[in-house]
């Protein structure tokens, strides 16, 4: 069995695959302060409670937004699987041409997005990751990544909006019944995700336009995007597991 972690900002998301079945999902929180022993014994807490074995494990692959936290997780693959993993980075066959000016610079997160959405769906394609941060992508016919666009997350504004406003208070980040917000919070709720709606509908229909192709299709994933997904008819298919899907499939070609 392969196990895929993609390391992002805010949470870990962990898949165990047996062949192109998962097996397993979990989520952990992304904690620089942790180590390796701490994010073993959760693993062997979670490996338990599933009734899984971690002898079972063949393969890790790892793709990570977060540099700091990568060594922790390193040691702990070696000292708990008795693996050493496989990092998503430059050099290692994806199956994807990068039309990047620096490839170096793109997240290997999108990387894994873009084989998974490719790979799975078909091209051209359309892939967007609601996370820390909104991310686009866009996928050719060819399987060519030809680049995409990054705005703030759903979270990241609200955070970001409270924070430089005195007056406005905290809130959940919740999608009101209304547009027409008849308080603060219900205002905050409303700009903050049917804003994002409105991001959403706008670029689609940019890249859309760029490409030539008014049906390419849209794939979405992240933790975020039910927040979105209902409201917009933009979308194709929500895949909250995209991400660690076109890591095993990376994983596959580099075996």
């Not at 208070?169 to 903050?192: A, C, H, R, W, Y």
């Not at 390419?216 to 979105?228: F, N, R």
């Amino acid at each position: 069995m392969i196990l895929a972690m993609d390391i992002g900002n805010t949470n870990i998301k962990t898949a165990l695959f047996d062949g192109e079945e998962m097996v397993k999902y979990w989520r952990l929180t992304t904690n620089k302060m942790m180590s390796s022993d701490e994010y073993g014994i959760l693993l062997v807490n979670l490996f338990r409670h599933s009734d899984l074995s971690m002898e079972a494990v063949d393969g890790i692959i790892i793709s990570s937004v977060a540099p700091s936290i990568n060594f922790t997780i390193e040691h702990m693959c070696q000292n708990y699987f008795n693996l050493k993993p496989m990092m998503l980075a430059p050099g290692i066959r994806t199956g994807i041409n990068l039309r990047y000016d620096n490839p170096r610079e793109l997240g290997s997160d999108r990387i894994a997005n873009a084989v998974g959405a490719y790979e799975i769906y078909g091209g051209p394609c359309i892939f967007i990751d609601f996370g820390t941060a909104t991310t686009f992508g866009v996928v050719s016919e060819k399987g060519d990544f030809l680049g995409g666009a990054i705005c703030p997350g759903l979270r990241s504004s609200a955070e970001a909006l409270v924070d430089r406003a005195a007056k406005l208070p905290n809130f959940e980040l919740m999608k009101p019944d209304s547009v027409i917000g008849k308080n603060t919070i219900t205002n905050l709720q409303s700009g903050i995700v049917y804003g994002h709606v409105g991001i959403v509908n706008y670029m689609v229909d940019k890249f859309r336009q760029e490409l030539g192709c008014p049906t390419a299709k849209v794939i979405v994933t992240g933790g975020l995007a039910l927040l979105v997904a209902d409201e917009t008819d933009r979308i194709d298919v929500l895949d909250g597991t995209l991400t660690l899907k076109g890591l095993r499939l990376i994983y596959e070609k580099n075996k």
